[in-house]
T-cell receptor, first 115, second 113 residues
Framework: KAGVTQTPRYLIKTRGQQVTLSCSPI?????VSWYQQTPGQGLQFLFEYFSETQRNKGNFPGRFSGRQFSNSRSEMNVSTLELGDSALYLC?????WGRGNTEAFFGQGTRLTVV | DQQVKQNSPSLSVQEGRISILNCDYTNSMFDYFLWYKKYPAEGPTFLIS?????DKNEDGRFTVFLNKSAKHLSLHIVPSQPGDSAVYFC????????????FGKGITLSVRP
């Protein structure tokens, strides 16, 4: 069965622009989470969606937003890009939400570079 | 406030020996713990998990131990292989509304041939 698909894999944007990243979860998975990975900071949680509703949100400014569609696909948007937004953005899917004891499976990520 | 801590940034072991990767947590609500392995330019890959009702879980060369009283878990890899060289992330979650995964900063494991 197909894994988590993230597009695009690489992206270069200019400061002040906005960007939209896409994530298609594993078939049958209804929960999608987004993480930002920067050197030395590990994976920082952005937000989590289940049944088209945001269930959890991390400590990121309002420039970071997301949504989930009825087919469980998710997008995240970053507006007014800053140099510090350069990172690997990872999407993870899992079967359910709220149960805790559920593994999350990650996509390969989108490498965003802001210049 | 980092709720999941991997205090050693790196570990180097000889091929064939045991690798022990440690992880500490502070949130007593965590009841599920996972280890992920990550190669450069790839997403993390799920390795092994353990529920708080257990103290050990084994899968092939990988064993995870959980000490709830110490809020500590460890991943043992025996025997270590050069292909195990990667960054290993410890993660934790809690059942309920705040079930998101909280990750540590990762440990870079190098296995020397």
């Amino acid at each position: 069965k197909a894994g988590v698909t993230q597009t695009p894999r690489y992206l270069i944007k200019t400061r002040g622009q906005q960007v939209t990243l896409s994530c298609s979860p594993i078939s049958g998975h209804r929960s999608v989470s987004w993480y930002q990975q920067t050197p030395g900071q590990g994976l920082q949680f952005l937000f989590e969606y289940f049944s088209e509703t945001q269930r959890n949100k991390g400590n990121f400014p309002g420039r970071f937003s997301g949504r989930q569609f009825s087919n469980s696909r998710s997008e995240m948007n970053v507006s007014t890009l800053e140099l510090g937004d350069s990172a690997l953005y990872l999407c993870a899917s899992s079967l359910e939400w709220g149960r805790g004891n559920t593994e999350a499976f990650f996509g390969q990520g989108t490498r965003l570079t802001v210049v | 406030d980092q709720q999941v801590k991997q205090n050693s940034p790196s570990l180097s072991v000889q091929e064939g020996r045991i690798s022990i990767l440690n992880c500490d947590y502070t949130n007593s609500m965590f009841d599920y713990f996972l280890w992920y392995k990550k190669y450069p330019a790839e997403g993390p890959t799920f390795l092994i998990s353990i529920s708080s009702i257990k103290d050990k879980n084994e899968d092939g060369r990988f064993t995870v131990f959980l000490n709830k009283s110490a809020k500590h878990l460890s991943l043992h890899i025996v025997p270590s292989q050069p292909g195990d060289s990667a960054v290993y992330f410890c993660a934790a979650s809690a059942t309920g509304a705040n079930s998101k995964l909280t990750f540590g900063k990762g440990i870079t494991l190098s296995v020397r041939p």
